[in-house]
């Protein structure tokens, strides 16, 4: 039997938000820990995640945006509701996109790529580890 993952109360989302302060990629780790905790997307429909699933055309953060059945688990499409603390990450993260194309995904590697679901798990997990997280992982 495989144990769940245990969720972190907001006391320790905050020690975990403070410590990724300090990340490489800082705003944008801290746009996917959120995403995985304010919006409860899993860390696969993150890396899917494109520019244009979040930001309207005149480059506003959504309200709500829906995953294709490509970008999620169970292929079927859902819709996503982004509230406004949420909203406010997204739109600190954009900020440090330089180009902007909506079929760009929203998190990049360190050679402009998108994330695969498993190297983004990687990252993730590595973060919560190095946070002192042991038994947390991403969603």
């Excluded at 144990?3 to 800082?26: D, G, P, Y």
């Excluded at 820990?33 to 860390?43: F, K, Q």
């Excluded at 309200?63 to 509701?81: A, C, D, H, I, M």
């Amino acid at each position: 039997m495989t144990k769940q993952a245990r969720t972190l109360n907001e006391r320790e989302l905050q020690k975990l938000l403070e410590f990724v302060s300090k990340t490489k990629s800082a705003k944008r780790n801290r746009a996917i820990i959120l995403l995985t905790h304010l919006a409860g997307l899993r860390i696969g429909e993150c890396a899917a995640l494109l520019l244009g699933n979040v930001l309207t055309s005149d480059g506003a953060v959504r309200t709500e945006f829906t995953l294709s059945p490509e970008q999620t688990k169970g292929n079927s499409s859902r819709t996503v509701l982004l509230n406004k603390r949420m909203q406010a990450e997204l739109a600190a993260y954009v900020q440090t996109i330089r180009v902007r194309n909506v079929k760009q995904p929203l998190f990049a590697t360190q050679r402009n790529e998108g994330f695969t679901a498993s190297s983004l798990a990687q990252v993730v997990n590595g973060i919560y580890k190095k946070a002192g997280f042991d038994q947390c992982s991403s969603h």
